[in-house]
Antibody, heavy 121, light 106 residues
């Protein structure tokens, strides 16, 4: 059974860096899939942050204005997210997810439970 | 960015009812459209991919249709666990974008 689990500090100060790790069990992050991050502000909809492939390729949402860094560690079967210079607007539940491809279509088919990160002094 | 617009934003229904949710894309996205259900306090779960393909393990009461700019998600007979929020998402290009959600409640 494949599982994803987010971990990291639940409270971050304004202007600091938010750091989260997603640990994957039951499946290798070193395969052909991409691994992504999506966030959801309290009471709001879903916002795609970005995704990464084990070869090092990444795509991220320009709305975060290059504050995002993603990495992947095949030896630990984990991938990570960093968002620097955070503000209160970065307060959200952060989800990690697998981007799976089937034919010409792809979708987020497996999700972590989510990690609430609050930005506050 | 491709804007995704869902309607209605909320609806009320009863167990056993059939409902249809609409998603409109700001440009032609072919069939690069996915649907998710998010139960309260939980992560989203994939229902439909490629506009009309049912994800493995998802009940057959869910169906999707459409192409180009207009898409639908239909639930033929609502069950208790279907009272949730539904999101469409385009996978045509980056940045990936989601619709604003449709909340289905009793």
């Amino acid at each position: 059974q494949v599982q994803l689990q987010e971990s990291g500090p639940g409270l971050v100060k304004p202007s600091d860096t938010l750091s989260l790790t997603c640990t994957v069990s039951g499946y290798s992050v070193g395969g052909n899939d991409w691994w992504g991050w999506i966030r959801q502000s309290p009471g709001k909809g879903l916002e795609w942050i970005g995704y990464i492939h084990h070869r090092g390729n990444t795509y991220s949402n320009s709305s975060l204005k290059s504050r995002v860094t993603m990495s992947l560690d095949t030896s630990k079967n984990q991938f990570s997210l960093k968002v620097n210079s955070v503000t209160v607007d970065d307060t959200a539940v952060y989800y990690c997810a697998r981007r799976y491809s089937f034919g010409s279509h792809w979708y987020f088919d497996l999700w972590g439970r989510g990690a609430l990160v609050t930005v506050s002094s | 960015d491709i804007q995704m617009t869902q309607s209605p934003s909320s609806l009320s229904a009863s167990i056993g009812d059939g409902v249809t949710i609409t998603c409109r894309a700001g440009q032609n996205i072919g069939t690069y459209l996915n649907w998710y259900r998010q139960q309260s306090g939980k992560a989203p779960e994939l229902l439909i991919y490629g506009a009309s393909s049912l994800q493995s393990g998802v009940p057959s009461r869910f169906s999707g249709g459409g192409s180009g700019t207009d898409f639908t998600l239909t639930i033929s007979s609502l069950q208790r666990e279907d009272f949730a929020t539904y999101y469409c998402q385009q996978s045509y290009n980056v940045p990936l974008t989601f619709g604003g959600g449709t909340k289905v409640d009793i």
